[in-house]
């Protein structure tokens, strides 16, 4: 399997994985030249996309997808709630419901639900033959009935939106600042590094820090949480970047 975060940050979000069988994006919330071309610097034409799956219908994940799906005809897979979001999309021919399992060619995927502001918003567990990827983005927290199915996975690309102090003392208004440490909002330095020290295990071979806030994060400030709470939680693992805004991740292997 492979893994390449195309973009991620408050602007656009798009994931590429190539399973066993198929190619797959998560969510396609930048502009369709750059995604295209991210692509193509791994060797991947837009037209072999086939599916794509939608997280939620807010437009850093979405607003290329009429694009994408005219010009390459991929399936789109979604939930029935979250389909009904996109009225101008109701006549689109190659749709792929799904309830909280998907079996695309043998390749299972599990959308969970997360706790955001957006209708039905999901987060998802792709196992490819045994070879796994947790993606998780876009919550204000995780249900605790999830942890099992979370654990130990192989690949986790993982929210770690803000750091809490940058965010109160930042520019956002104090309904956005609400907003964004809500339960409906995203994940926290902290909160995600706490949640990982849980989930990840002897089978994890990678972690990418995701939606990192280009007003409320640094990068290193992701890094050096993460550290410490590994640290102080006796959780020896190091094999952690952060995905970018602007620049597509590293090829990564399982």
């Not at 940050?9 to 295209?36: A, R």
């Not at 807010?58 to 709630?81: E, I, R």
């Not at 706790?115 to 995780?142: E, L, P, Q």
């Not at 339960?183 to 071979?205: C, M, Q, R, V, W």
Request: some cysteine; hydrophobic content about 35%.
């Amino acid at each position: 399997m492979r893994v390449v975060v195309l973009c991620s940050g408050s602007k656009g979000n798009s994931t590429f994985i190539e399973t066993t069988k198929n190619k797959i994006l998560i969510d396609v919330g930048y502009n369709y030249k750059y995604i295209c071309e991210k692509l193509k610097d791994i060797g991947v034409k837009p037209e072999e996309i086939n599916y794509i799956l939608i997280s939620h219908t807010h437009s850093d994940h979405t607003s290329s997808l009429k694009t994408f799906l005219q010009k390459n005809n991929p399936t789109l897979v979604v939930s029935q709630k979250i389909f009904y979001e996109f009225k101008d999309l109701k006549d689109y021919n190659h749709v792929l419901i799904y309830e909280d399992e998907i079996n695309l060619d043998g390749i299972i995927i599990k959308a969970i639900h997360s706790s955001h502001d957006a209708v039905d918003s999901r987060n998802f567990i792709i196992n490819d033959f045994g070879k796994t990827v947790c993606y998780v983005t876009d919550t204000g927290y995780i249900n605790n009935r999830y942890f099992k199915e979370l654990q130990n996975l192989n690949i986790y690309l993982f929210e770690s939106n803000h750091d809490v102090e940058l965010l109160q003392h930042g520019p956002y208004p104090a309904w956005l600042k609400r907003r964004v440490l809500s339960d409906e909002g995203h994940l926290s330095n902290n909160a995600s590094s706490f949640y990982l020290s849980k989930l990840i295990g002897p089978d994890t071979k990678k972690i990418v820090l995701m939606h990192l806030s280009e007003t409320n994060n640094m990068e290193e400030i992701a890094l050096e949480t993460i550290k410490n709470t590994f640290l102080d939680r006796n959780v020896n693992f190091d094999n952690i970047i952060c995905a970018k805004q602007h620049v597509a991740s590293e090829v990564i292997e399982v």
